[in-house]
C-alpha cells in the first residue's frame, strides 16, 4: 500500500512502478500490479530462448493522501489486505504544488503519518479489548483470555507511541493477531521523493533528510527515487533510456530498486522454472520448503511430490543446459523438506 501526504508525488511513482494511467485528484484508490527486475531471469531467457518470460510480482495499491486527523480514513479494506506499506516523503520544491505543511521536513512528514497510522490502530486494539470485556464474563475461553492478554500489550505499546512493528511476538501471538490487519506492524518502506538536483547522489540526500539511519529500524527499508526525471526518462524510447541515466550519473533506474526493495522487505525470495515454454520467476517466503514451493506453481505438484531437481541459476548458465548441469552433477536430487534458496532453478517430479 503506498501513502503519503497530498503533492509527495506517491501517484507518481504508482504509476512508474505499475505502469497504469491514473488520473490526479480522484479521491480514490487505485490499484496496479508491477514487474520485479531480475537480471537473472533475463539471462535465463536469453539462454532458453522462451516463448514467455514471466517476472515475479508486486501488487500495489495507491490510496487518498493522508491527511492530519485523518486515522479514520485508514481504515481502508484494500490497505488493511497488503502485507506491507510504502510510504513516499516529498523531498522536492515546486512553487507550483505547495506542501500542505508548509515547509519540506520528511521527518516530520514521516511522524506525522506514523501518528495516523498508531491512531488507527489504537482504535482497532481499544475497541475489541471493550467487546472482549462484555464477552468474558459470559464466555470465559483459552483462547478469548490469550486475546486480550495480546491486544492489552499492543496497546500499551501503542500508547507509548511506538509501532507495533517493533514489538517482539511469538509465533502463536502472531496467530492471535492476525485477523486485526494492524497497520503498524506491517513492514514499511520508506522512500524519499528527491529534488532533481540531488538526482545523482541519492544516498547524500537521504543522509541530508537523517533518514538513512532509519532502514536499522526493525522491519523498515529506506530508499529514494527521484519521480520528476523518472517520469521523464519513462517517456523515452528504450534504447534512450540508458543514455539519459548515464548522463543524469545514475546507475540504473531507482524505481528498479524499489521493487526489489520491497520485495526484499517483504521477506520473499525467487525461484525459477525455466524451458522452451517460460521461463519464470515464482514469489515464495523464505524459508519455503520444496513440496510448498512446488504446490506455489499447481496444487497437483504439491499433491503428488516426488522430488525436486535443483541447480543454482548461475551454475546452469556456466553449463549451458541442465543436461549438462546433470553430467557434471550439478542437478541435486532434493527431497520434500529441502528449503529452497533464492536463485534455485528447480524441476518438480510428481504424480498424481
Not at 242 to 261: H, I, N, T, W, Y
Not at 289 to 309: C, L, M, N, Q
Request: proline letters at 6%.
Amino acid at each position: 500500500g503506498i501513502l503519503g501526504l497530498a503533492g509527495a508525488g506517491k501517484t507518481t511513482i504508482f504509476s512508474l512502478l505499475t505502469g497504469a494511467e491514473v488520473p490526479f485528484g480522484t479521491g480514490k484508490s487505485h490499484v496496479g500490479i508491477a514487474k520485479v527486475p531480475d537480471r537473472r531471469l533475463d539471462l535465463l531467457s536469453e539462454l532458453f530462448k522462451p516463448r514467455k518470460h514471466t517476472p515475479a510480482t508486486v501488487k500495489f495499491v495507491d490510496v487518498p493522501p493522508v491527511t492530519k486527523g485523518g486515522a479514520a480514513t485508514l481504515n481502508l479494506p484494500e490497505l488493511r489486505t497488503m502485507d506491507g506499506l510504502a510510504l513516499v516523503l516529498r523531498g522536492f520544491t515546486n512553487p507550483q504544488v505547495p506542501h500542505p505543511e508548509g515547509q519540506l521536513n520528511p521527518q516530520r512528514d514521516l511522524e506525522l503519518i506514523e501518528t495516523e497510522l498508531l491512531l488507527s490502530d489504537l482504535t482497532v486494539a481499544s475497541g475489541r479489548l471493550e467487546r472482549l470485556a462484555k464477552e468474558l464474563p459470559k464466555h470465559r475461553t483459552p483462547e478469548l483470555e490469550r486475546e486480550k492478554q495480546v491486544l492489552e500489550r499492543c496497546l500499551a505499546f501503542l500508547e507509548e507511541g511506538r509501532p507495533l512493528r517493533e514489538l517482539a511476538l511469538t509465533p502463536e501471538e502472531e496467530r492471535v493477531l492476525k485477523g486485526f490487519t494492524f497497520l503498524t506492524r506491517k513492514p514499511l518502506l520508506l522512500i524519499l521523493n528527491a529534488d532533481e538536483a540531488e538526482a545523482s547522489n541519492l544516498p547524500q540526500a537521504l543522509a541530508r533528510w537523517g533518514l538513512q539511519e532509519l532502514g536499522s529500524r526493525p522491519r523498515v527499508a529506506v530508499t529514494a527515487v527521484c519521480a520528476s526525471l523518472e517520469e521523464e526518462i519513462s517517456r523515452l524510447a528504450a534504447e534512450d533510456q540508458e543514455a539519459f541515466l548515464k548522463e543524469l550519473g545514475l546507475p540504473d533506474r531507482a524505481l528498479s530498486r524499489v521493487l526489489e526493495k520491497a520485495y526484499a522487505l517483504l521477506g520473499q525470495i525467487s525461484f525459477f522454472t525455466v524451458g522452451e515454454d517460460e521461463c519464470r520467476a515464482w514469489s515464495i517466503p523464505q524459508g519455503t520448503t520444496a513440496v510448498k514451493a512446488a504446490g506455489v506453481i499447481h496444487s497437483d505438484f504439491e499433491r503428488g511430490f516426488i522430488r525436486a531437481e535443483v541447480v543454482r541459476w548461475d551454475e546452469l548458465l556456466a553449463c549451458g543446459s541442465l543436461a549438462v548441469c546433470r553430467s557434471k552433477a550439478l542437478l541435486r536430487q532434493e527431497g520434500k523438506d529441502y528449503v529452497v534458496q533464492d536463485g534455485d532453478v528447480i524441476t518438480f517430479k510428481f504424480n498424481v
